[in-house]
């Protein structure tokens, strides 16, 4: 069996990697800021980019679905690999469980979603304002939830790479590619 990712599989890895990073990155700066003009276009610009992500998301999920990754090195012990793809299965879970809440709490709070200020999309349910506070609520701790699932995920490809140094996380970078 081929070793390495594919070429497809790394860009959409790399692409919804970094596609996340700057969504959280702008969901956490936004909420801050006071009600103004700006505020109202960063929220229409991150919820632009979630739904493209949830896209690209739909699609990574197809094509992992579809294909079957490289297998996980001979020495890890069985109780290791059931943790692993474990953690690979919640980064998908939460990776379309963020975007659908923050879909449905726009819808939940009226405000409907013109992808990219030019496609309406449907309202997932309709206007309800303790429906709205509580999807904010679930969109926000599913998105700290994601940062610790992440920050585990990264740590265990650093610890293949330096202590067991195997090819786990170089099999995943571009130049790594055929
Ligand atoms: C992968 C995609 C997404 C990520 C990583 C993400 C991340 C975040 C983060 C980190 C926050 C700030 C949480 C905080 O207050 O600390 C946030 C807030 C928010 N997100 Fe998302 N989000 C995503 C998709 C979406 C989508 C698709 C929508 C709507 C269509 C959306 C709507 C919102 C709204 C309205 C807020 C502000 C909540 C408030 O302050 O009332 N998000 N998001």
Do not use: E
């Not at 700066?29 to 739909?58: C, E, Q, R, T």
């Not at 690979?88 to 879970?93: E, K, S, V």
């Not at 998105?143 to 585990?152: H, S």
């Amino acid at each position: 069996m081929n070793q390495r990712y594919s070429l497809t599989a790394i860009s959409l890895h790399w692409l919804v990697a970094l596609g996340i990073i700057g969504t959280f990155a702008l969901g956490v700066y936004m909420s801050d800021l006071p009600l103004s003009p700006n505020k109202l276009k960063l929220y229409s610009w991150h919820k632009w980019a979630g739904v493209s992500l949830f896209l690209l998301i739909l699609c990574r999920l197809a094509w992992r679905i579809t294909h079957r990754p490289p297998p996980l090195p001979a020495t890890m012990r069985p109780a290791m690999r059931g943790i692993a793809q474990a953690a690979h299965w919640a980064l998908y879970a939460l990776m379309l469980a963020i975007p659908l809440t923050g879909w449905l709490m726009s819808s939940a709070q009226g405000f409907q979603v013109v992808w990219f200020g030019v496609l309406p999309l449907p309202d997932l349910v309709a206007k309800d304002k303790a429906l709205g506070a509580l999807l904010r609520d679930v969109h926000v701790t599913l998105n700290y939830t994601l940062l610790c699932v992440v920050a585990a995920h990264v740590g265990a490809a650093l610890k293949h790479h330096f202590i067991d140094r195997d090819d786990v996380l170089s099999r995943m970078l571009p130049r790594a590619a055929k």
